[in-house]
């Protein structure tokens, strides 16, 4: 079963446009992660974020976490045609160890 | 990218036939990976390791088994290849139990 639901499940924008991507998930985790697929490469991870935290940066990337509503925005700021790709969120139950639950993904396109 | 290698790339193969996906890293990384990716399902964890010789079942398990014998090799066999079992596969690595790095899949098709 998926922990993780993004939506919406494709989004289309204009470089240099902002891009908001949102994650659900169903039960109390350790942390939630954003990871980046490539077509036809693996996940790259971009971002983790720890169930203490609420907000977190890195370069132009935003990611909340609302523990309360069991979920989670990323936010890529003025976007390039180098940021189209998948985006997935994963988590980590509590007490779940290193096991990683994904999400389905957000298909992100970004046009000149 | 993160020393992971996957192979081979690609295979097809038909129902019935064994399959052994390899995994091999150079990172010295203590926990290592098998997911699926399917359409419409995201990543679904099949089998990690945690050590040499020590393995346990993710959430789609059935139909694999894993070897892990030496630290940077992490095999993933079909006993009986089934249709239901086309599929990319990936390899994944972690020292700490977070964040995981993969490698770029192996895309099996099983007529």
């Known amino acids: 079963s998926q922990q993780g639901e993004e939506d919406p499940q494709a989004l289309s924008i204009q470089e240099g446009e902002n891009a908001t991507m949102n994650c659900s998930y169903k039960?109390?985790?350790?942390?939630l992660q954003w990871y980046r697929q490539n077509s036809g490469r693996g996940l790259v991870h971009l971002i983790l974020?720890?169930?203490?935290?609420r907000e977190k940066h890195s370069g132009r990337l935003r990611v909340t976490l609302d523990t309360s509503k069991k979920s989670s925005s990323l936010l890529i700021t003025a976007s390039r045609a180098a940021d189209t790709a998948s985006y997935f969120c994963?988590?980590?139950?509590?007490?779940?160890?290193?096991?990683?639950?994904f999400g389905t993904g957000t298909q992100l396109k970004v046009e000149l | 990218d993160a020393g992971i290698t996957q192979s081979p790339r690609h295979k097809v193969t038909e129902t019935g036939t064994p399959v052994t996906l390899r995994c091999h890293q150079t990172?010295?990384?203590?926990?290592m990976y098998w997911y699926r990716q399917d359409p419409g399902h995201g990543l679904r964890l099949i089998h990690y390791?945690?050590?040499?010789?020590?393995?346990d079942k993710g959430e789609v398990s059935d139909g694999y088994s894993v070897s892990r014998s030496k630290t940077e090799d992490f095999l993933l066999t079909l006993e009986s290849a089934t249709s239901s079992q086309t599929s990319v596969y990936f390899c994944?690595?972690?020292?700490?139990?977070?964040?995981?790095?993969f490698g770029d899949g192996t895309r099996l098709s099983i007529l």
């Open positions: 390791s945690y050590g040499v010789k020590d393995t």
């Open positions: 039960t109390s985790i350790n942390n």
């Open positions: 990172e010295n990384h203590r926990y």
């Open positions: 974020i720890r169930s203490n935290e």
């Open positions: 994944a690595i972690s020292e700490d139990p977070q964040p995981q790095h």
């Open positions: 994963a988590t980590t139950p509590t007490g779940g160890g290193n096991k990683l639950t």
